[in-house]
């Protein structure tokens, strides 16, 4: 079973894909602006005392950002506190040793604030780019985070494979200075991928961004129930959701739908989904739904029930929803930093000061 979280140690965290937005005149920004406006949202994240930002990989014209690494470091150099990381890094196109040394680099530049989230990715555009073979998509993965995982130790590497050249008492630069690097790996459904993540003894992140959070409970479970198995510690969970805050769950409601249903369109098309009515919208966005967009209390509510229901240590919001505006995006995080936050930390403590009088 799932471990209780821990409310004193509970993160609270936010995740873009420098999603291309408009501007006041409804024209989309140029790509270059977009980029600069996710640093200045991350800087305020800072500065409002959230955990974490998280900058995903894209190599598409509706996300702006294909290298987060180099965004992180930008925020890096005007940031104090926030720790950074990647949401995701899509190592399956990437070069394992390439993909350490970036992240290492980061960790020097931002005092040891480097994180690093591993997945497959949920777009493919990275493969034919950088000429890997998509029949190859689960090997790829597989081999690749078997060899990071071999280099978060820092020590000589031997290692051999079929996905890329063989490593012999290799060494690689630079080291964290720590002599460690967070580094989680993200899960949107497959079992195989929670048993992969508990056998090399890595946190696991769950993407839920459809369907019934509690439903992942069941992932959960196994996850622990693997790391057991495997010898290895317990491990944080942590939870990444799309979601917008706003003053009232009207305003939050009615403003991010045509943004919302215009990116699923966009997304679904390729992929052949039906498009999404208003009433999906809003029960997606209801209390048993994978949308967290409402006002401060109606998204903390559904935050605190979902970390107590999966056992989590963190959740990392995914606040931007397509062409929702810069200075929508950053009212939206004002309010979940003043006003969701405490309550989400309020309201955990309170459980775990309950459940320590129950325990006696």
Do not use: C
Request: charge should be negative.
């Amino acid at each position: 079973m799932a471990t209780d979280l821990v409310a004193t140690d509970f993160q609270l965290g936010l995740d873009t894909f420098g999603d291309v937005t408009y501007d006041a005149d409804q024209r989309l920004l140029p790509q270059a602006q977009v980029i600069r406006n996710v640093v200045a949202e991350a800087v305020l994240a800072d500065q409002l005392g959230l955990d974490f930002i998280g900058v995903g990989e894209h190599h598409r014209d509706d996300f702006a950002v294909s290298a987060p690494e180099v965004v992180l470091a930008a925020i890096a150099g005007q940031t104090e506190r926030i720790r950074l990381g990647s949401a995701v890094t899509v190592l399956s196109s990437d070069d394992p040793v390439r993909v350490f040394e970036r992240f290492s680099t980061l960790d020097a530049v931002s005092g040891g604030r480097a994180e690093v989230i591993l997945g497959r990715g949920s777009f493919t555009e990275s493969f034919p780019l950088f000429g890997f073979p998509l029949d190859q998509y689960e090997q790829l993965f597989e081999e690749k985070l078997e060899l990071f995982v071999e280099l978060l130790k820092q020590q000589p590497v031997t290692w051999s494979g079929q996905t890329r050249a063989a490593l012999t008492d290799q060494n690689v630069y630079p080291p964290t200075e720590s002599g460690s690097l967070t580094t989680w790996v993200a899960v949107g459904g497959s079992p195989q991928s929670v048993i992969r993540a508990a056998r090399h003894g890595l946190p696991l992140m769950l993407a839920i961004i459809g369907g019934a959070p509690m439903q992942f409970r069941q992932y959960v479970d196994l996850y622990h129930e693997a790391l057991g198995h495997f010898g290895k510690p317990e491990l944080p969970v942590g939870v990444h959701s799309p979601g917008y805050v706003a003053a009232t769950d009207e305003q939050a409601l009615e403003e991010a739908w045509p943004h919302y249903v215009a990116m699923q369109s966009r997304i679904g098309r390729e992929r052949g989904w039906r498009p999404m009515t208003r009433e999906q919208y809003e029960r997606t966005a209801g209390p048993d739904g994978a949308l967290f967009i409402g006002s401060p209390r109606t998204v903390a509510a559904k935050i605190v029930n979902v970390a107590r229901g999966l056992g989590l240590s963190r959740f990392d919001l995914k606040y931007s929803l397509g062409t929702l505006p810069h200075e929508q995006l950053m009212n939206s995080v004002r309010l979940y930093a003043t006003e969701v936050a405490p309550l989400v930390r309020e309201k955990l403590a309170a459980s775990e000061q309950d459940a320590a009088v129950s325990r006696r």
